[in-house]
Antibody, heavy 121, light 108 residues
Framework: QVRLQESGPGLVKPSQTLSLTCSVSGDSISSGGYYWTWIRQPPGKGLEWIGYIYYSGNTHYNPSLKSRLSISEDTSKNQFSLKLTSVTAADTAVYYC?????????????WGQGTPVTVSS | EVVLTQSPGTLSLSPGERASLSCRTSQSVSSSYLAWYQQKPGQAPRFLMYAASSRATGVPDRFSGSGSGTDFNLTISRLEPEDFAVYYC?????????FGQGTKLAIK
């Protein structure tokens, strides 16, 4: 059973870089076949798909965030990460890492508990 | 991007009643690429349905999905107390993948 756990700062200043990590247990990131995904949810609002990393470093991003976004993986730590530059208050949200079953690109069955991030000076 | 519009925004029903939730997409989406999620307060979403009408593992058969083209529905045949939550539809046929704004299923 794959388990996901987000970590990172809960408060980021405007114009700075938001960095979050998702620790994976129950399977190895390097085993392949997973679409390791980030999704966020602004307070009181719906879900926004951010992007994913799969098959040894290939990435796919939401075009609305692409110029500021980077998703990477660290196989030695069995983690994948999100970096979002030049943040504004609009980036305030609960950030989830998620993944479908191995071999599927859809159907997020595995979720972290979510980590709230506030962008404020 | 494909916009998903869910209705109603809030649906107030009693346990035992039937719930019908709607999801309309701004352009035709293959039914193969339409999913539903359930979210309870303070929790991550839970995967319910994929390919519009296929239940995910462990989802009770009181949940059913239907639809095609631009109109999709999630039906809960007989509401249980644990079904009161927010429901999101999600399309994964076009990038960027998008979600609806949610329908809150509230206890009447």
């Amino acid at each position: 059973q794959v388990r996901l756990q987000e970590s990172g700062p809960g408060l980021v200043k405007p114009s700075q870089t938001l960095s979050l990590t998702c620790s994976v247990s129950g399977d190895s990131i390097s085993s392949g076949g997973y679409y390791w995904t980030w999704i966020r949810q602004p307070p009181g609002k719906g879900l926004e798909w951010i992007g994913y990393i799969y098959y040894s470093g290939n990435t796919h991003y939401n075009p609305s965030l692409k110029s500021r976004l980077s998703i990477s993986e660290d196989t030695s730590k069995n983690q994948f990460s999100l970096k979002l530059t030049s943040v504004t208050a609009a980036d305030t949200a609960v950030y989830y890492c998620a993944a479908p079953k191995r071999g599927f690109s859809y159907g997020y069955v595995y979720w972290g508990q979510g980590t709230p991030v506030t962008v404020s000076s | 991007e494909v916009v998903l519009t869910q209705s109603p925004g809030t649906l107030s029903l009693s346990p035992g009643e039937r719930a019908s939730l709607s999801c309309r997409t701004s352009q035709s989406v293959s039914s193969s690429y339409l999913a539903w999620y359930q979210q309870k307060p303070g929790q991550a979403p839970r995967f319910l349905m994929y390919a519009a009408s296929s239940r995910a593992t462990g989802v009770p058969d009181r949940f059913s999905g239907s639809g095609s083209g631009t109109d999709f529905n999630l039906t809960i045949s007989r509401l249980e107390p644990e079904d009161f939550a927010v429901y999101y539809c999600h399309q994964y046929g076009y990038s960027p993948y998008t979600f609806g704004q949610g329908t809150k299923l509230a206890i009447k």
